[in-house]
């Protein structure tokens, strides 16, 4: 599936993007097949198959609750003038203003890619971005990639576009020095 959306033309107006399902949709698949083949061997008559099919019936129910949550919650990034929100599916949201993010860089995290940004925000480094803060990036903050169906590649151009205009000089608020 192709971007809907042209990053390099788009306007700068605020947008929601959300979390591209594919994952859910793999945990669904997955998890129904693990719970279909765990009850099969649940049903199997006296052949010492009970306790993997325990098992597997379990992993494939969690899967589906897991899948069904993030169809249900996907995780969202909301960008405007001011900066940006993300909101994962469970857990905390983290805001940050364009004028404390440093430039947004794709980083190789072990499953997939990130977009990565340094922030001068006074909460310091989120202690989840730990796979990142190695000497070659040493970044405070990720995003997923696949937010709005953009690859990270194309979720970072946008993104420090939003970042280039509105923390800009001329766009920053009057301050008396």
């Given at each position: 599936?192709?971007?809907?959306?042209?990053?390099?033309?788009?306007?700068?107006?605020?947008?929601?993007?959300?979390?591209?399902?594919?994952?859910?949709?793999?945990?669904?698949?997955?998890?129904?097949l693990?719970?279909?083949?765990?009850?099969?061997?649940?049903?199997?008559?006296?052949d010492?198959?009970?306790?993997?099919?325990?098992?597997?019936?379990?992993?494939?129910?969690?899967?589906?609750?897991?899948?069904?949550?993030?169809?249900?919650?996907?995780?969202?990034?909301?960008?405007?003038?001011?900066?940006?929100?993300f909101?994962?599916?469970?857990?905390?949201?983290?805001?940050?203003?364009?004028?404390?993010?440093?430039?947004?860089?794709v980083?190789?995290?072990?499953?997939?890619?990130?977009?990565?940004?340094?922030?001068?925000?006074?909460?310091?480094?989120?202690?989840?971005?730990?796979?990142?803060?190695?000497?070659?990036?040493?970044?405070?903050?990720?995003?997923?990639?696949?937010?709005?169906?953009l690859?990270?590649?194309?979720l970072?151009?946008?993104?420090?576009?939003?970042?280039?205009?509105?923390?800009?000089?001329?766009?920053?608020?009057?301050?008396?020095?």
């Amino acid at each position: 599936m192709g971007e809907t959306l042209s990053v390099t033309t788009c306007d700068l107006g605020p947008r929601v993007l959300k979390g591209y399902p594919r994952r859910a949709l793999v945990l669904l698949i997955f998890g129904a097949l693990f719970a279909r083949w765990g009850v099969a061997m649940l049903r199997a008559p006296g052949d010492g198959q009970v306790p993997g099919g325990s098992l597997l019936l379990v992993v494939g129910v969690v899967a589906v609750v897991i899948g069904v949550v993030l169809l249900l919650h996907p995780p969202t990034l909301s960008v405007d003038e001011d900066g940006f929100l993300f909101r994962r599916t469970v857990g905390r949201s983290r805001t940050e203003r364009w004028s404390d993010c440093g430039a947004f860089v794709v980083v190789e995290g072990p499953t997939h890619e990130w977009v990565a940004f340094h922030t001068s925000s006074a909460r310091g480094a989120n202690p989840r971005s730990a796979p990142f803060r190695r000497p070659q990036t040493a970044v405070e903050g990720a995003l997923p990639d696949r937010l709005g169906r953009l690859r990270a590649d194309k979720l970072a151009i946008l993104l420090n576009r939003y970042r280039e205009h509105y923390a800009a000089p001329d766009n920053a608020p009057a301050t008396d020095t």
